[in-house]
């Protein structure tokens, strides 16, 4: 698994460092950072996703890809995440559905599936948007825990079974 990690003042999971910008593989349960990010990188900025979905798929090939994004959501008028530390160039909060949606399509990445580990991104119209891109989107409630999913669960099935059927990972997220 590749995760994308910053935006924070405070880092909950060990191996991560408050207030940094890396990315990080997790392997056997362990993670191990592999890249440092500038410290100006802003998370809710269309180009920070479209080149960590890039960089992903060239340096982690894999036969399938799935996208999963934990934070704040604010569905099609709020938009995604929050980056605590960084401004976006137009000083929104968020990433605007439209900055996602185009960050998908230009990353050229067909997914199994996108999900959401976010409040209010269950909107049809969104789901619609994102359809040429993925084969299932997987969103939260309108209101999602501040924990969010149970990624030891779904990953850990994943990981056992890297073939497993995407309704199953996503049943078991």
């Known amino acids: ?9 405070y880092a909950f999971t060990g191996g991560m460092e408050d207030g940094e910008y890396a ?20 998370m809710t900025e269309e180009k920070s996703l479209e080149d960590f979905i890039r960089w992903s798929k060239e340096t982690y090939p894999a036969d ?5 994004l934990w934070d704040h959501g604010g569905g099609l008028s709020g938009g995604y995440g929050y980056d605590q530390l960084n401004d976006r160039e137009d000083k929104r909060m968020t990433m ?19 999900g959401f580990d976010t409040c209010l991104m269950q909107d049809i119209d969104f ?10 989107y997987l969103a939260s ?13 779904g990953f850990s099935e994943l990981a056992k079974d ?12």
């Open 96 to 114: 605007p559905c439209n900055d996602f949606i185009d960050a998908v399509r230009e990353s050229g990445v067909q997914f199994d599936l996108i």
């Open 64 to 68: 399938r890809y799935m996208l999963v």
């Open 1 to 9: 698994f590749v995760v994308q990690f910053g935006a924070a003042e």
């Open 141 to 153: 409630e309108e209101s999602e825990s501040g924990f969010g999913w149970n990624y030891t669960v």
């Open 127 to 136: 789901a619609y948007r994102l359809e040429p891109y993925a084969d299932y």
């Open 23 to 42: 990315r990080y593989t997790v392997n056997n349960g362990k993670i191990e950072k592999v890249m440092d990010l500038p410290p100006n990188t802003c």
């Open 162 to 173: 890297p073939g497993i059927a995407t309704e199953d990972f996503g049943a078991y997220m």
